[in-house]
C-alpha cells in the first residue's frame, strides 16, 4: 500500500512540475530533502531519549503495570468475546498504556503479542475477530496522553507554549476513540 | 487550559520518580538504559523519514495535491479552516513519518504558535496512522480479510481530525 503512495507521490509530482514549468523548484527539493531529514532526526532524538528514559523508570518500578491492570476491568467491558482473565487482556492493556505516554516503539511489541493472543480464540484463522478489529480501533484512533514527538518539534521550533496542545490532544484523541468504538459496536451487532 | 497542559508533564515526570524512589530502583542507571534504546529506533526511523520526507515535498511543492482536492477549497474557506492543513489530513491516515515530515514544513512556514501550527499540532497528536498499524498487525498473524476495520479506523480517523480542528479554533 504504502509503496504504491509513494511511487505515485513522487511520479505524479514530477510529471506535474514538467507540465507547469516549475522543475527548478523539484530539483531543489529533491536535493534539499536530506538536509531537511537530517534536521529533523536530530530535533526529535534528543527529546525521544529522554522520555524512553523517563519511561523506563516507570516500567522497572512497576507503574506501567499498575496502569495496565487497571485498565483491565474497563477492557472486559470494552471486549465482550474475550473470556475474563485472558492473557491477550494484559497485553492489550499493556500496548494502550504505552500509547498512552507516547511510546510508540514500546508499544507495538505490546500490539504484536495482543494480536497472536487474539489469534488463538479465533475460528477462522484468515479472518479478522470482532475483538481484533476492535482492538485495532482502540490502536488507529490513538489513544495518546503525551505526545513527545510533537511537544519536542514545537519546542525545536521556539514555541512560546509547546505543552499547549496536550489538552487539546486528549480531547480530539478521546472523542475519535469513543466514536470509533461505538461504530465497531453498531456494525458488529447487525452482522451477527 | 495552557496552565492545566504546562502542568501534565511535570507531575507526570514527578510521580513516575517518586514511584521508583519508593520501589527503590535504580533511578538514574534505567534513565540511562531507556534513553540508550532511543539509539536504534533512530537509526530504523531516518530511511524512512528521509524517503517519505523525498515522496511527501515533491508531492505538496509541485502543487499536484492542491490541484488534486481543489475541489475541497469552497468547503474549507466555508468553515474558515486553512487550506495548508489538507496535505496533513490527507496523509494521516497513510504515515506517520509523511505527516511528521509536513508537521515540520508547516513549522517552520507558519511557526508552532499559528493557527495552521496549532491545528496541525493536534491532529498530529491525537491520531494515528491507520494504514500502518492494519498492515503491521494484521500481516503479523496472516489475516487476510480484513472485514470492516478500515472503515471503521478511517471514521475515528475523520472524527479526530474534525474534533482536532474545531476545539483548536475555539481555543485560539
Redesign the interface.
Known sequence: ??NK??GF??I???V??FF?G?IK??ND??LN??K??I???FK??PV???W????????????LNIFANKLSILLTKIFPDIPYGHESLSFIASNIVANM?GLG?AA?PF??KA??SL?TLNN?????SRS??T???L????V????T???S??MM?????????????????S???I??LI??RI?SRR?K | ??L???M??PI??L???I??F??R?D?YD?????????FP??TT??PC???????????T????LD?FFSFLKPIFSYWKIPFEILPMIVMR???GSST??I???L??KY???SLI??IA??????????????????G??????????L???L???I??IV??II??SM?L
Not at chain 1, 157 to 173: D, F
Not at chain 2, 61 to 64: D, F, I, L, N, P
Not at chain 2, 121 to 138: E, P
Request: proline share 2%.
Open positions: 500500500m504504502v503512495i509513494w507521490f513522487i505524479s509530482g514530477i506535474f512540475c507547469t516549475n523548484l523539484i527539493e529533491i530533502c536530506t531537511s531529514a534536521d529533523m532526526i526529535i532524538f525521544m531519549a529522554l524512553l528514559g523517563i519511561m523506563q523508570i516507570a516500567s522497572s518500578s512497576g507503574l505516554f516503539n507495538t500490539g504484536l494480536m497472536e489469534q477462522k484463522k484468515d479472518t479478522a481484533m478489529i482492538f485495532l480501533v490502536n488507529t484512533s490513538g495518546t496522553i503525551i505526545p514527538t510533537i511537544i518539534l514545537r521550533y521556539k514555541s512560546i507554549t509547546p505543552t499547549a496542545i496536550v489538552l487539546p490532544c486528549i480531547i480530539a484523541t472523542l475519535s476513540t466514536a470509533g461504530l465497531d456494525i452482522i | 487550559m495552557t492545566i497542559s504546562n501534565i508533564i507526570l515526570v510521580i513516575i520518580i514511584h521508583g519508593i520501589k530502583i533511578l534505567e534513565f540511562v538504559k531507556g534513553a540508550k534504546s532511543s529506533m533512530i526511523m531516518f523519514l528521509l524517503g517519505m520526507i523525498l515522496g511527501v515535498n515533491i508531492f511543492k509541485s502543487g499536484v490541484w491516515p497513510i504515515s511528521l515530515a508537521l515540520n514544513g513549522f517552520k511557526g508552532p504558535d501550527g496549532t499540532s493536534v491532529i498530529q497528536g491525537s491520531t494515528d496512522t491507520t494504514f500502518y498499524v492494519l498492515t503491521l498487525y494484521f503479523s498473524i496472516g489475516i487476510k480479510k480484513i472485514r470492516y476495520s472503515y471503521v479506523g471514521f475515528a480517523d472524527v479526530g474534533s482536532a476545539i483548536t481555543l
